[in-house]
C-alpha cells in the first residue's frame, strides 16, 4: 500500500493554541473529580454544577450586573437544583466556593497545564484565566467576581449562539481587543455588530407584520408580548454597553492623543479615531432599532389588543352561548349563576354620613292639618353657600372660647364640661343654648385625630376658620370621648369629651 506523503509542520501548526483551548476544560473534569455526597448518599454532579456557574456569569455580564459573589451563586445553585441533591444551605455555600476556586485559584494564580510541544519539540505551558477578582464591597466585606477572557472561550465553545445574543456576544469581544490595543481587529469587530443590527431589524420589521396578521388569540397574543418585551430588554442592555464603549473609547483616544511621540502611536491614534466614527454609526442605528422596538412594545400590541377585544365582540352571541346553554342542558342553578355573573350588574353599597344625622330635618304637623313641601325645593348654590359661611362662623366662635378658656388655664387641653363653666363665667350662655355648639364637638370627634395644615384649611369650608385660629397653637388635634353624660341645658345633653391640642407650643 502506497503511503500518503504529508507535511508534518502542517498536522502540528498552532500545537500550542489547541491544547490552550482544549486545558479550558480541565476546571470542569477537576470538579467531576470531587466526592462531596448528599444527605442521600448520592455523588454530587460537581461537573454540571459547574457549567451551570458558568451559565450565571455569562448571564449576569449579558444584564451588566457586575455584583455576583459567592452566596448569589449559592442561590442559583440551590434554584436550579429543585431538589436533585438533598442539599442544606450550608452545603450549596460550600459548592459554590468550590467552583469557583476552581475556576480562580485562591493563591491568585492563574490554572495552567504543561505539556510536550510537537511543533517546537520542547516542553511547554499553558496558562488561562476562567474567572477573575471584579470589586469588592468592603462594608460587607463580599468579593464580586465576573468571567475572564478565556471563560468567555469556554462558553462559546459549549453552544452555537444564534443571531439574537451575537450582537451582545461582539461587545464583549470589541471590549477586550480595545483594553488590549488590537485596534484593527477592533474594527472588524465593529463590522460584524453592524450586521448584527441589520439582522435585528429585520426581524424585528417581520415581527411587527406577524403582530397585525397573526394575532387571532390570547395565547398568540401573550407569546407576541414576550417575544417583543425579551427584544427590547436586550435591545435596552445592549445601548448601556454602546454608552460605555463609546466613552472607553474617547478615554482611549484622549491618553493615546497625550502620549503621541512615535509612528506607532500615530498609526494607533489614525485607527482609534476611526473606530470612534464607525461605533457612533452603529449605535446611532441601534438606537433607531431601540426606538422601534419600543413603538412595537406599545403601540403595535396596543392595537393588536383591542383587535382581538374587537373580535371577540364580533364573534359571540348571547343567545347561542349563554340563553341555549342554559335551557338546553339546562343547567343546576349554581352552575347557572355563574355563567351569568360576568353579565350582572357590579354590586352597589349604599353608606350615609354620620354627619347627616345633625343636618335640618323635616317637621310635619302630626295632625296633617297642614303640610309643607319645602323638602321638595333644592338649595341654590347661593344659599347653600350662606348656610354654609353661617355654620362655619359659629364654629369659629367656639373654637375662639376653646383657645380663651386654654389660654386662661395655661394648659393644652380641656373638656367639654370646663368649657362649659368657662363661657357660663364669661356671660358667654347664649352660645350652649344652640345646636351648632353640640354638632362642632361631635364633628371633631368624629374626625378626630386632626392634623391640621394651614394650606389645606381653605379647602375645608365648614371647619376652615376653627383650623385657622387650632394652628395657631398647635397641629395636631385629638377629642376623645369620656364616660360622663352632661345636661348642659334643658334642651341639650351631650357625651362629655376631652380635647387636646399638640404642636408649636404645648405649654399654651
Given at each position: 500500500?502506497e503511503?500518503?506523503?504529508?507535511?508534518?509542520n502542517?498536522?502540528?501548526?498552532?500545537?500550542?493554541?489547541?491544547?490552550?483551548r482544549?486545558?479550558?476544560?480541565?476546571?470542569?473534569?477537576?470538579?467531576?473529580?470531587?466526592?462531596?455526597?448528599?444527605?442521600?448518599?448520592?455523588?454530587?454532579?460537581?461537573?454540571?454544577?459547574?457549567?451551570?456557574?458558568?451559565?450565571?456569569?455569562?448571564?449576569?455580564?449579558?444584564?451588566?450586573?457586575?455584583?455576583?459573589?459567592?452566596?448569589?451563586?449559592?442561590?442559583?445553585?440551590?434554584?436550579?437544583?429543585e431538589?436533585?441533591?438533598?442539599?442544606?444551605?450550608?452545603?450549596?455555600?460550600?459548592?459554590?466556593?468550590?467552583?469557583?476556586?476552581?475556576?480562580?485559584?485562591?493563591?491568585?494564580?492563574?490554572?495552567?497545564?504543561?505539556?510536550?510541544?510537537?511543533?517546537?519539540?520542547?516542553?511547554?505551558?499553558?496558562?488561562?484565566?476562567?474567572l477573575?477578582?471584579?470589586?469588592?464591597?468592603?462594608e460587607?466585606?463580599?468579593?464580586?467576581?465576573?468571567?475572564?477572557?478565556?471563560?468567555?472561550?469556554?462558553?462559546?465553545?459549549?453552544?452555537?449562539?444564534?443571531?439574537?445574543?451575537?450582537?451582545?456576544?461582539?461587545?464583549?469581544?470589541?471590549?477586550?481587543?480595545?483594553?488590549?490595543?488590537?485596534?484593527?481587529g477592533?474594527?472588524?469587530?465593529i463590522?460584524?455588530?453592524?450586521?448584527?443590527?441589520?439582522?435585528?431589524?429585520?426581524?424585528?420589521?417581520?415581527?411587527?407584520?406577524?403582530?397585525?396578521?397573526?394575532?387571532?388569540?390570547?395565547?398568540?397574543?401573550?407569546?407576541?408580548?414576550?417575544?417583543?418585551?425579551?427584544?427590547?430588554?436586550?435591545?435596552?442592555?445592549?445601548?448601556?454597553?454602546?454608552?460605555?464603549?463609546?466613552?472607553?473609547?474617547?478615554?482611549?483616544?484622549?491618553?493615546?492623543?497625550?502620549e503621541?511621540?512615535?509612528?506607532?502611536?500615530?498609526?494607533?491614534?489614525?485607527?482609534?479615531?476611526?473606530?470612534?466614527?464607525?461605533?457612533?454609526?452603529?449605535?446611532?442605528?441601534?438606537?433607531?432599532?431601540?426606538?422601534?422596538?419600543?413603538?412595537?412594545?406599545?403601540?403595535?400590541?396596543?392595537?393588536?389588543?383591542?383587535?382581538?377585544?374587537?373580535?371577540?365582540?364580533?364573534?359571540?352571541?348571547?343567545?347561542?352561548?349563554?340563553?341555549?346553554?342554559?335551557?338546553?342542558?339546562?343547567?343546576?342553578?349554581?352552575?347557572?349563576?355563574?355563567?351569568?355573573?360576568?353579565?350582572?350588574?357590579?354590586?352597589?353599597?349604599?353608606?350615609?354620613?354620620?354627619?347627616?344625622?345633625?343636618?335640618?330635618?323635616?317637621?310635619?304637623n302630626?295632625?296633617?292639618?297642614?303640610?309643607?313641601?319645602?323638602?321638595?325645593?333644592?338649595?341654590?348654590?347661593?344659599?347653600?353657600?350662606?348656610?354654609?359661611?353661617?355654620?362655619?362662623?359659629?364654629?369659629?366662635?367656639?373654637?375662639?372660647?376653646?383657645?380663651?378658656?386654654?389660654?386662661?388655664?395655661?394648659?393644652?387641653?380641656?373638656?367639654?364640661?370646663?368649657?362649659?363653666?368657662?363661657?357660663?363665667?364669661?356671660?358667654?350662655?347664649?352660645?350652649?343654648?344652640?345646636?351648632?355648639?353640640?354638632?362642632?364637638?361631635?364633628?371633631?370627634?368624629?374626625?378626630?385625630?386632626?392634623?391640621?395644615?394651614?394650606?389645606?384649611?381653605?379647602?375645608?369650608?365648614?371647619?376652615?376658620?376653627?383650623?385657622?385660629?387650632?394652628?395657631?397653637?398647635?397641629?395636631?388635634?385629638?377629642?376623645?370621648?369620656?364616660d360622663?353624660?352632661?345636661?348642659?341645658?334643658?334642651?341639650?345633653?351631650?357625651?362629655?369629651?376631652?380635647?387636646?391640642?399638640?404642636?408649636?407650643?404645648?405649654?399654651?
Amino acid at each position: 500500500m502506497e503511503c500518503v506523503k504529508i507535511n508534518i509542520n502542517n498536522v502540528v501548526e498552532n500545537y500550542h493554541e489547541r491544547i490552550q483551548r482544549l486545558a479550558l476544560f480541565d476546571p470542569l473534569y477537576t470538579l467531576n473529580e470531587k466526592k462531596l455526597k448528599d444527605k442521600s448518599d448520592n455523588k454530587v454532579d460537581f461537573f454540571s454544577f459547574g457549567l451551570l456557574t458558568l451559565l450565571f456569569f455569562f448571564e449576569n455580564m449579558l444584564i451588566r450586573n457586575k455584583k455576583v459573589g459567592v452566596k448569589d451563586v449559592a442561590e442559583y445553585l440551590q434554584i436550579v437544583n429543585e431538589g436533585q441533591f438533598d442539599l442544606e444551605n450550608e452545603d450549596f455555600l460550600k459548592v459554590a466556593r468550590t467552583i469557583i476556586e476552581t475556576f480562580r485559584p485562591p493563591n491568585g494564580k492563574r490554572n495552567f497545564k504543561t505539556f510536550y510541544n510537537y511543533e517546537t519539540r520542547k516542553e511547554d505551558i499553558v496558562q488561562y484565566s476562567i474567572l477573575k477578582a471584579d470589586k469588592a464591597d468592603l462594608e460587607t466585606n463580599t468579593q464580586y467576581y465576573t468571567l475572564d477572557e478565556q471563560g468567555l472561550e469556554l462558553i462559546f465553545a459549549t453552544k452555537e449562539y444564534f443571531n439574537e445574543f451575537q450582537l451582545s456576544i461582539n461587545q464583549l469581544i470589541l471590549r477586550k481587543q480595545l483594553e488590549k490595543g488590537e485596534f484593527v481587529g477592533a474594527l472588524r469587530q465593529i463590522d460584524e455588530m453592524n450586521l448584527d443590527v441589520k439582522n435585528l431589524y429585520d426581524r424585528i420589521f417581520r415581527i411587527k407584520h406577524e403582530v397585525n396578521r397573526n394575532i387571532v388569540s390570547s395565547e398568540t397574543f401573550e407569546r407576541y408580548k414576550n417575544i417583543i418585551g425579551d427584544i427590547n430588554d436586550r435591545l435596552t442592555h445592549e445601548n448601556e454597553e454602546f454608552e460605555e464603549l463609546r466613552a472607553f473609547v474617547k478615554e482611549t483616544k484622549e491618553k493615546i492623543a497625550n502620549e503621541m511621540n512615535k509612528d506607532e502611536d500615530k498609526k494607533a491614534f489614525e485607527l482609534i479615531i476611526k473606530i470612534d466614527k464607525e461605533l457612533d454609526e452603529v449605535h446611532y442605528e441601534h438606537r433607531k432599532l431601540l426606538k422601534e422596538s419600543i413603538l412595537l412594545k406599545t403601540s403595535a400590541l396596543q392595537a393588536a389588543q383591542e383587535s382581538l377585544y374587537y373580535i371577540g365582540i364580533n364573534s359571540f352571541n348571547f343567545n347561542q352561548e349563554i340563553v341555549s346553554r342554559i335551557f338546553s342542558s339546562p343547567l343546576p342553578l349554581n352552575s347557572t349563576r355563574r355563567l351569568v355573573e360576568p353579565f350582572l350588574y357590579l354590586g352597589r353599597e349604599k353608606t350615609w354620613s354620620p354627619i347627616s344625622v345633625f343636618s335640618k330635618q323635616r317637621i310635619e304637623n302630626t295632625e296633617r292639618t297642614e303640610k309643607s313641601d319645602e323638602f321638595l325645593n333644592v338649595l341654590s348654590k347661593e344659599k347653600l353657600k350662606e348656610e354654609i359661611e353661617l355654620q362655619s362662623n359659629k364654629y369659629k366662635r367656639v373654637t375662639e372660647l376653646i383657645i380663651l378658656a386654654l389660654n386662661h388655664k395655661k394648659v393644652n387641653n380641656i373638656t367639654i364640661e370646663e368649657l362649659v363653666e368657662f363661657i357660663r363665667g364669661n356671660d358667654e350662655e347664649d352660645i350652649i343654648n344652640e345646636r351648632p355648639f353640640y354638632d362642632f364637638w361631635i364633628t371633631l370627634h368624629q374626625k378626630s385625630p386632626i392634623t391640621i395644615k394651614i394650606e389645606d384649611n381653605d379647602e375645608e369650608e365648614l371647619m376652615g376658620k376653627s383650623y385657622d385660629i387650632f394652628s395657631a397653637k398647635g397641629y395636631k388635634l385629638y377629642v376623645e370621648e369620656l364616660d360622663n353624660v352632661l345636661k348642659v341645658t334643658k334642651r341639650f345633653s351631650i357625651k362629655n369629651m376631652f380635647l387636646k391640642l399638640e404642636g408649636k407650643d404645648d405649654s399654651v
